[in-house]
């Protein structure tokens, strides 16, 4: 049995591993959350954010877990009652359903099989037909992280417009911000929700949501009990860097130089090599001869892939054995498809060599499992590597 | 002038000092948080968190500011419509009366003076008329973060058991848990809601609400509508060492720490240490001629200390100068007593020499700062630790 | 161009890179040295250090690099004039004679083709021929850096026994210590000379001597001026856990840690996890159709791997190209050999996915520099991995 | 009996508190000692530290304690039998005296009292008197760290002239650099030898020789077999960034964050605050009714204060009572001194209010130990800063 020394491969999903400039930047002493020092802090990072999600509205941020961002897109803009259309995208927009439904929302919950994003023709179709406009949001999550499917936002964009229709537009970028190219105030979204753990790098515990005029608007009007969520008070305080309620400070040192790393690498630099890793992941399961989940080219998620098991294989028992033999942590199947697929996760903090040695531990894990497969999809993955530094490489687009 | 090299001596009232120990343990590298290891942590966190509750009973951990707690004990135990009553003890209880508001509450707010805590004769009181039981719960904050009282919670709960009341019991200890005295099972209470940056010596970021079964039993029949803050599902979860949406962990990381920090020290001694502290500072006030905020001897926190400015001088210029030449952060007046109160922290990693060292920029800020006050509060302070350490320095007992 | 974002691969062999528990342990602040805290550090380290060695004698710790140990084993036993005997290992071997040079000793310097470890044969013939006994010492490399050649320290601990020589046998272990099995007593070595930055995974700063009684009592009976390195005021205060100056505390946390950490996983299974390492390694440079500097089958070092670059193609100019393509350091050629070898280094925080992602880059490299070689080295790596997994890998052993 | 709770308060005369931005520093990864990003910093700090001598000459830094560096003076310029001056300040220049005769060196030891720096003219007088030049260097001790006298290091220089001798010009500034006003060019320097645990507020580790131009040629001359210590190869090699063996990279980080520390505070600011510090020492000291060790007002250490013991009470026992009570960590008294002196740290990271939680632990130390004192020394150590702060406090200069 070989030991569980040396570096551990984090490479589920996210959280992501937490670069050692980021661990070191959160371990600083904290200082007075209403003094002048922490209002640069404030100021700085909340400007900071705007660049992350394109934006020149205000983005809030919350101590929470990215599950309190997507209560608080709910809680600030719908009421008991209104109706909303959403995209069974998978796991995750079914969790972001459920809590629509908690807060009496009704949700016309467009189905789907969990191998591609939300069909922008169907929402489209949707839309048409809600003459009466009572559908009051569109909400779809961006990159949906339990299938490795990334739904076309400017697209859905489009739709929207094409169907003359006014809903609001809400976006769960969770795992796709500062991973894949995102654009708030272009692609016309009202809410966007998302989370510290993945693209940005950090630990869990802080979320966000970008809030466009007419969301804010909307914010304004409803009237739905709300007070750790609401964005009112909390836009009014940020305008002087400060918060209406303790801010987790720490965190905010480690957003601080995420951004600062996010923008020394270049944001386009940070969206392709997302790619880069993603297509070469794919590369190394098709090798293995093996099914990535996402069966939409267009919609191949950058930031993991989800790999299907042969039949009468247990992903999870797979996982088990990959960790104890080779010290790699992999994402397990969620909700319909546990047990039938294993996700690879390629976000933040990764690389080249990083994502090779994952994919190393991930093909002598099916060996050792017995799972039924061709070796070669590291070779494979190489090859990917050395094509796309040749240039030849093309690139989906997700946008 | 001064410079700031050196050693910020931060005396807020929290966040606290984040001792070395905690800040190394959340620079850790993140870890899967649905592995077989994270379960480990997980249940020694919430079993841990039992200890410094003093409860048998489950404790829930949420990734949020403390204000996110507050809203949880309500949205799970209350209704709008409902009738609780509440003591206004000072800017922290009116902001915890301000989202129950929110959420359709309807307060019953014996005001008060800040300048002493809640009153067991006037609860019991209220209690006693309300023969038809329409007050849901008793809502009391410990430990009054802007004032520096510390209501007695067991002589409320005897103040509520005297009036034969079944309302429930909820008891806010952000800044006292793990600092003062506290017995959630003993004393009766029904929902302990607490933070993570003030006695547990952690960044902002964790909250918390240890809950009675009967808190339980009336979360399970309440039907306002919640999630990221609902009961159910987080007790469920945290059975198996998980948690419903992904966990602060490097935060859970320190938390482990922070808890075998305190009973390293012995719970006992922290709370005997916190008293010696703010008796000592209590002296150094009086030695300077100028008045402590809380006027009942019974009542005086050991976590904090708010000193009146004498009339015509501005609490905020002298923390300002105080600041900029001797590097100390002092607290500011909240709400009522802004610009009339300074406050002293002393709480969490503190000991003898850094509160003299803070006294001593205290007393130097004050001559600065052009205020009156006669000098000789360091040594005053001194006087008191010494005698404590002969054993001739009665300590005020809050309970 | 591929970035330099994420973690980056250290493979030179040492300084090894160094693992988040220990750089956490060193980050800790700094106690007075002259302390009962101290002392209780002091001896645990030292007392540590002797299970790491494999002694029940002294072994002091000096605050310098590996290089000053070298120096000290010197001046604390020979004098100038005295004659020892050397074997031409490599390049650290030449470089630990030029010290022997600079003091005054004759150098019996066994030449050497740097493609294999000292030989025991040749080392007997020498004393057997020094009927007169003037060699004074013997002084061997056990794992030649520049080379990946390990010499047989027990081997030749026979030959000076089969030869009936009393010089003294020092033996430098800077860049195998706590990689590869050594047994100071066992062996009858009198000076074992090692660094901190190899297999003790800590940053440089820190080095040691490990010393037999016959050598204590040369170092009384030799009068060559020394200071810094003597070894009799240190031992006689580290009796009592303290240094006869300022200790370097900081890297003192950092070694109880790592004592710590080998003896968690288990000194035997460390030695066995970097011979699998070297295995796998050389299973790659086989199937890459290169080879590999040593040439004995029984002297392959468990710590790097030296690779012969093929006829006109630059070393130095292949390692540049990898780091700016791949984000990965690999050891220079050194000496004799520079620009014609480059080294793998696989020790201290190593594992297997670790290794395949160096390997990865390795062979990703050499088809960017246009090195002629077969793909299918990672993919052998992965195999001997499996196959050592199954318990069919044979691993050679050096003692 | 009080607990151990809370920060430290490490106020011997070095070590000294290391600051948290250097103790992250430390902790960063360390990289390839042979690369080109290495070279980078590597050159950075070498000419940061030109700065900070105040020299634009070679300064060697070498991985080892002070003593090192002490060792390294020596053994480059001198030879046995060659004869140097030295004056004893204390039990340090008594130390740097024994390696000199360890060495074979013949040194003129002015023999002193312990409590004042050298004399000038004392040594101008010598120097007159040696017709021949035999003396081959002139050594003093800055700061005499056991005694807590400054030497005036420019009235040596020019006693030096005035005598017209040609003596190298060697001077020990561990405890005085960065701390101290220091000139190695202006003040005709030839050997400044310094540590990185005092004022540059590192871990203990590095040391240094800044060298001028008659020292190396010196050097060149000096046939004294030395190797780890030798300046030639050294300074060859560290012209490109580099050094001729493993340098110790993690302090090397910290090194250059200390350097930006010191520039940012700014090097005259540094020197006054240590100036103020010291000067409200002494007056604590004298409100105390006790004795400063050092006797001529001149002449008084900018870095620590060392208090005579009234007779018949011994200050061990008194530092152990103080740590136990206070959790603070005194200087004992060393060589003759011992039992004599405590010593109170007030170098590198120290203000104001870290310097008065000092002396209020030395203060009720003294009470608790029954030593014979008044009380009042905080307070006039308060009323000193008050003094300074409002301009009209006298700083003795040093120079």
């Known amino acids: 049995m070989m030991s569980a020394q040396g570096r551990h491969f984090l490479h589920i999903p996210g959280p992501s591993p937490i670069p050692d400039r980021i661990l070191r930047a959160i371990g600083m002493p ?53 109706t909303v259309l959403m995209a069974e995208t998978g796991h995750f927009a079914t969790l972001w ?23 922008p023709a169907a929402i489209e179709a949707r839309l048409a037909e809600d ?29 929207i417009d094409a169907a003359g229709h006014p809903a609001l537009f809400m976006v769960d970028t969770i795992s796709s911000l500062a991973s894949v190219d995102y654009r708030h105030d272009e692609w016309g979204v009202d809410v966007t929700v998302s989370g510290s753990q993945k693209g940005l790098m950090l630990p869990p515990g802080l979320s966000f949501n970008a809030i466009s005029e007419k969301a804010m608007a909307a ?13 009112q008070e909390m836009v009014k305080i940020n305008a002087n860097g400060f918060f209406p ?7 905010l040192y480690g957003l601080k130089e995420a951004i600062a790393m996010l923008h020394e690498e270049g944001l386009d630099r940070v969206f392709a090599r997302h790619q880069r890793l993603a297509a070469a992941c794919r590369a190394a399961v098709a090798a293995w001869g093996l099914d990535v989940l996402c069966q939409n080219e267009a919609e191949h998620s950058p930031v993991l892939t989800a790999v299907l098991m042969p039949p009468s294989h247990d992903a999870d028992a797979y996982r088990k054995i990959t960790l104890e033999k080779y010290n ?14 294993f996700r690879i996760g390629h976000l933040g903090e990764c690389n080249e ?33 050395e094509a796309a530094d040749a240039g030849n490489a093309p690139v989906a687009a997700v946008a």
Chains 1, 2, 3, 4 share one sequence.
Not at 50 to 70: E, H, L, N
Not at 328 to 341: P, R, T, Y
Request: glycine content about 12%; hydrophobic content about 40%; overall charge positive.
């Open 30 to 82: 904290i200082i007075d959350h209403r003094s002048a020092e922490f209002a640069r802090l404030g100021k700085e990072v909340l400007e900071g954010c705007k660049t992350i999600f394109k934006t020149s509205r205000p983005v809030v941020i919350y101590p929470s877990s990215g599950t309190g961002a997507w209560e608080a897109a709910i809680v600030n803009t719908l009421s008991p009652g209104d």
């Open 97 to 119: 359903k459920q809590i629509a439904d908690r807060f009496g929302i009704k949700v016309d919950f467009i189905p789907g099989d969990w191998r591609r994003g939300a069909d």
């Open 131 to 159: 003459r009466g406009h009572a559908i009051k949001a569109v909400m779809v999550v961006h990159n949906e992280t339990s299938t490795g499917s990334t739904s076309r936002i400017a697209a859905i964009r489009q739709a």
């Open 219 to 231: 914010s304004k009007a409803n009237t739905l009990p709300r007070s750790y969520w609401d964005w």
């Open 245 to 251: 309620y303790t801010p987790a400070t720490n965190l």
């Open 328 to 341: 790699i942590s992999l994402g397990s199947g969620l909700g319909k498809v546990a047990g039938k697929v």
């Open 353 to 385: 060599l990083m994502l090779l040695g994952a994919l190393s531990g991930v093909e002598m894990g099916l060996a050792a499992a017995g799972v039924p497969h061709r070796s070669g999809g590291v070779a494979a993955a190489m090859q990917h590597f």
